[in-house]
C-alpha cells in the first residue's frame, strides 16, 4: 500500500503531523500500538516551564536561550511564535476549547495542588493568569466519596498555600454510590462514562447548590465528558456558582478526549489510523526510506514518500534500553546517549535523570540520522527526539506539537 | 546473557508486562454500562494473581466479558489481557456442562442443518410471538432477538449444482472456508466471492470437509467440542494448503480471527504452519490489486454512501485498512467509517436473556452514530454485528464482498484480467 506520509505513532506529535498533512490533502497513515502517554495528560499543554532552575514567565523569550540541541532550534526560533498560533487554530478545528498565550505562561493545578507553568489550559478546567490575582477567593473542593485518584487534603493544602480559602466538602449521588461496586475500577474514566444523563448530572448540581453555597467557586475533579464538553456545560448550567475542573492522577478524562476529539478530526480529513498495530522493522535504500512493515499487514509493507517516527520516549516503548546500550527498536536509527550505563541514571527518584534527556539523533531538519548520515525522507517529532526534558524543562507537549508541525512544513517544502 | 536473562522471565500472555495502567478498563464496552463486570484489568492481571494463587478466586462476573478484544488493542503493553480472562473461564468450566440454551445457541452448524430441512417452517415459527414467549422464558433465550432467517437451499448444494463443475477452468485456484452463516443463513454472500473471484480467474473450491471454526462454543464453555471441530478444520486446512497449494479464504471476521488466533491461545491447537494461509477474502483481493495482479472493473454510474462499522475482532486483526480500501476503489462510493465501537452483540451474548439490556446498552454509541452517518447501508466483515444492526437500526447490512460484487462490471473485468 503507497501513501504520501506513514507516522509510526499516534500518539499527540503523531496526530498532530498527521492532521497537518491530511489537511493540505496528503495521504496520510498513522500506525499506533495502543494509547499513548496523553492519558496522563492533566488537561494542558506546555512549551517551556523552566530552565536552569528559574521558572519561565515568558516562553518565546526563554527559548531563545536554550542549548542548540534542543528541538525548538530545529524547529526554527523564529518560527515557533507562529507555529504555537497554529497550534491553537488545529486544537479549535478539532474541537478541543483551550485558552493560553505564547509569551505569558499561565498556572495549572496539578492532582497534588501545585501550580506548575503552562502554555494552553482546557477552558473548563481551573487556570489561574496571575497568582497575585487569583480567579476565586474561596473555593468548595467537591470531593466525591469513595474516588481516589484525587487526593484531597494534599490538593487542598497545596491551594490554600496559593492563597485560596478552602472547604473541603465531600458528596455523593446514588449513581455514584451505584459505581462504588468495583471500588479498585471507580477511575476519573468509569466516573465520566456514567455521569452522563441529564438526571445524574441534576443530582450532583443538587449537591453543590446545597453543600457549596459559601463559596464564589466549585471546584471537583475532572471527571466529565469523554467525548466533549458538553456534560460539563450542563453541569454548570445547573450550578449557581462557577464550577471548574482540576486534574485527577491518571488516568485522565481530559487527555482521552482530546486524543479522541484529534484522531476523530484526523479520520475526518481522510486520514487512517491503525490502531492496535505496531510498527516493526524498515527497510532502507541508500539514504532513503522505502517502507515499513507492521505486525498486523504483515506481508503487505507501507511504503511512502515520507516517514515520520513518533513513537515516544522509554515510557512508551519509543525507546528502549536493555544492560548494555540505549537503541531505537523499529529502524535502528542513531540515539544520543551515554555509552557508560552508569551515567544513566542517578541516586534519588526526584533528582535530574540523564535519561530523561537521551532520544533519537536528528539534523537540523528533524532528519534521522543513521550510521551518522541523515536518512532524507524520515523525520523524527516529539518525545522521541534527543536534548529536552519534559520532566525538568516542562516542555514535553510543547515539542510534541511543535516539531510535530515543523515536521509537517519541511516534508511540504521538500516536495 | 542479558537479553536471555529478560526473556526468561517472560510468562504467556505478556502477563507481567501489565503496568495497571487502566487504559484497558477505559475502553471496554461492558464495564461502560455496568458495575457488575469489574473490567479488564481487575478481571485479568490483576485477577490472575490471585487465581494462581487459589482458582477459587474466580469470579462469575468474568462471564460478563464480550471476548471483544478492544482491551488488547487498546493496550500499550502488549497484555494479553482478552485471552487471560478467557482462559481463566475456561480452567474454571473444566468439568461442568453447558446449559441447553447454550449447547443450542453455540451448535450453529447443527442448528443450522435441521433449520434448512424445514426454513419456511422454522422461519415462521422461530418469528413467531408464542414461539418468541415460550423461548424467552423457558430457554432464556431473548424475546426481542429474531433467529437470522434461514435459507431453503444450503450453499454447499448450490455450489455443488450450479458453480464446482466449472472452477477446474481457471488458472488460479483457492479454497474457500464459507461458515455457517453463508452455508444456512446467507448464500448469496458465497456466491458473491465466486462470482468476484471468477472474474479476476481464481477457481474457488470447498474444503474436502469444514465444520464450524467454533467461535460460539468457546464462547459457551464447549470446549472440547471447539477442539475436535477445530482439529478437523485445521487438518482440512492444511491438505489444501499441501495437496491443492491453494490458500484458504474467508468472509467472516470472526471465523477467521478464530481459526488464525483463538485455535492455539484458546484451544491449544498448533496452527503455525497454515496460520498464514487463511485469510479474509477482502485482504486477498486487496493484495492482488495492491500487487498490481490483477484489475478490477466497476459499474459505471455506480452511487452509494454506505458506513463502514470495524467489527471488534477485525479491529484486533488490524485488517479492516483492506476491506475500507477496498471499498474505496469503487468510483461512486462515499464510504463512512464510523468511529470503533462495538455493536454489543458479540456472537450468541446478546441473543441471551440476562444479555439483552446491556448488549443495547453498549451498541447505542454505534446505532447513534449510524444514524448522524446518514448513509443507505452499513457494511461490516462480521455476520452477528449485521444482525444486531439491522435490528437496532433498521439499516440494511451487507458484506464488504457482496458490496464489491454488486459494484463489479463483471464481464468487463473478466476481459481485463484475459479470462474467457
Redesign the interface.
Known sequence: MRMDTVIMGGGLSGLACGISLAKRGKRVTIVASGQSTMFFNGGSMELLGCVNDKTVENPLEAIASLPESHPYHKVGVDRIASIAERVKLLFSDSGIDMTGSANANHWRITPMGIAKPAWLTLNDHLRIDDLNQLPAKRLALMCIRGYFDQPNSMLAEGLRNLGFEVDMIEFTTDDITALRRSPSEMRATSLAKHLVSNNALQRIADQFNNLAENADMVLMPSVFGQSDSSDFQTLQARTNKPLRLVATLPPSVAGMRMMKQLRHYFKMLGGTYLMGDTALSGTFDGDRLTSITTAKLADMPLKADNFVLATGSFISRGLKADFERVYEPILGVDVDADADPEQWTRFGVLQPQAYFGYGVATDNQLRCLKQGKPIQNLRAIGSVLSGHDAVKMGDGTGVSLLTAIAAADQIRENK | M??RM?TCNLSENNFEQCTK???C???CPV??VT?????P??AGP?GERYRLKDPAYFDKALKLCLNCKRC???????VHIADIIQQARMRASEGKRASLRDTMLANTDLLGTVANLVAPVANTTLGLFPTKLVMHSVMAIDKHRTFPAYSRQKFTTWFKRHAAKEQDSYSQHVSYFHGCYVNYNFPKLGQDLVKILNAIGYGVHLLDKEQCCGVALIANGLYKQAKRQARTNIDNIRTSMNRDHRVVLTTSSSCTFNMRDEYPSMLGIDNADVR?NINLATRFIY?LV?EEKIKLIFKQNYKRRLAYHTACHM?????Q?YS??LLRMIPGMDLV?L??ECCGISGTYGFKKENYERSQAIGSILFKSIEEAQVEAVTTDCETCKWQIEMSTGLPVENPISVLADALDVEATRRANGIK
Open positions: 542479558a537479553e529478560q495502567c487502566s487504559i478498563t477505559t475502553v464495564a461502560a458495575t457488575d463486570y469489574p473490567g484489568k481487575q490483576d488488547e488493542v487498546a493496550c500499550p503493553s502488549g498464514d493484495n495492491d479491529q484486533r486483526m488490524g485488517w485498512l475500507i480500501e467509517e468511529e470503533q
